[in-house]
């Protein structure tokens, strides 16, 4: 697989452990590390990520690939901009949500350039002082209405989340939106509000965190991921994530409705039902 | 710090994870398995998590230390006819709520002699081939109650936790039912209701599942938890766990009502409360 110059745009937790990757696996001639943060950018390269920074204008003539890790909305905003610029370079996209970037690419006549993906991993640190190395390994990646993308953009693109250990799945942007709502989006969410219901409490009982459990841990870590990568991914996804949103909560109620009947029986059902899960995770 | 003949009721996760570190810590002069289930006895012996399996009138006879380790209906139960039947020996409760116990127990002439405990240590899976070596250790158990056992029966029971690697919390029954209302069985709820949200959305989308992330794993993990443990908590733990997910659902309702009116401030405001739980949990 021929190496190339790579521009990591955005370089932190999930541009920074990619350029860890890359770098690793031999994939890269050099990185190039853009960020509109000063502090990312002098981190990046003190930890080695990147081997220089640039602006966005300078890193794309100096690249092949280009490599968009930023929020959401930012991605939909400079793309246009990104692709009135390049030449036969490749974008990819690594955004949690798709349906308005593939809108917004498709009226651009360089599409074919742009590769939509999302890689299945994160974790809920930012910055490019979060990175970490294997990151993406045994995870799923899944590329967005590949047959828009040019032919050597998308070869590329798979050979390189195959060789950074990424399995790969196919699915139109529309479909994608509404699969990460139920096994991403609103994991986020429950985890988020938990840590609100639970911080509320504390204002009345200050000892309550000393109990904090494994248990507790597990479903209220992701209430510590960054506002600025999630407000803009629920905004985009607002739709799908508000009609997994009102079933969770309906789920929610019929707990609730069994405490208050003291149907237990019915709440044996609900946590056996629930149970089926270990179908799927192990 | 003297061994003791120990006999343990329950041999599944909890009681067989206890019962792994008693012998490991030399706590035991025996270790005496007792279950109502004939295939536990039978693993509970194959894995060596105990020396012998006995009925629990032989167990009481032939022990000094009695450790309950089964779900908290039975605890209430079979308790009064543990003490009638004992003389000088220490029985260790091991639930995860307190109230009611502590309040059958004041009844009883020999309540001194059970200690009430809470090691908030556990996982997902149940039954003796869940039993982990290392269980317990840096982690927290709570005394409740504890100037109602006697003294004897107290200092042994501390120290057994001092020396598996816990550290002591004293709390009242009342108190702590409260607390793991919002630190422990909370969580459980939530992830049931989300393992049950996404089972249920996947009737209409096979694929859902190939997209999991770890995201998503952590937070549903614990759906896998065993009904017979976790009804039980619910019934005796009711009004807490209602008062919780009231709150918690009217926690839900506010990130629901944000993106209903795309109030995408008040949405980020929401995330960084969340945040917070970053002082808490590491």
């Known amino acids: 697989m021929e190496r190339k110059r ?3 745009v955005g370089v932190g937790l999930i541009g920074g452990s990619l350029a860890l990757q890359l770098n690793e696996k031999g994939l890269a001639s050099k990185l190039i590390g853009v ?68 809108s917004i690419a498709n009226k651009h006549p360089k599409r074919g350039r742009l590769v939509a993906t999302h890689p299945m991993w994160g974790t809920e640190y930012s910055g490019p002082q979060a990175a970490v190395h294997d990151a993406f390994e045994n995870k799923a990646v899944i590329i967005c209405n590949a047959n828009e993308s040019d032919e050597d953009a998308l070869e590329w693109t798979k050979n390189m989340y195959k060789r950074i250990g990424m399995h790969l799945l196919e699915m139109e942007a529309v479909a994608h939106d509404l699969h990460v709502a139920y096994v991403s989006h609103i994991s986020h969410i429950t985890s988020f509000a938990l840590a609100n219901t639970v911080l509320e409490k504390e204002k009345e009982e200050n000892a309550i965190f000393e109990l904090a459990s494994a ?68």
């Open 6 to 8: 790579i521009a990591i």
């Open 35 to 102: 960020d509109i943060n000063e502090e990312h950018r002098k981190k990046a390269l003190e930890l080695e990520l990147v081997d220089e920074v640039m602006n966005l204008d300078e890193a794309i003539k100096n690249s092949d690939v280009i490599v968009l890790a930023i929020p959401v909305d930012s991605v939909v905003k400079i793309l246009p901009a990104i692709l009135d610029k390049i030449d036969k370079q490749i974008v990819i996209d690594l955004g949690s949500t798709k349906a308005e970037l593939i």
């Open 215 to 282: 248990g507790f841990e597990s479903t209220v870590r992701l209430a510590k991921s960054n506002p600025s990568m999630w407000v803009p991914i629920f905004m985009q996804n607002r739709e799908n994530v508000l009609d997994v949103l009102n079933e969770h909560i309906s789920q929610l109620r019929k707990f609730k409705s069994c405490l208050e009947k003291e149907n237990y029986e019915y709440l044996q059902e609900l946590i056996e039902n629930a149970n089926k899960i270990r179908r799927i995770i192990k």
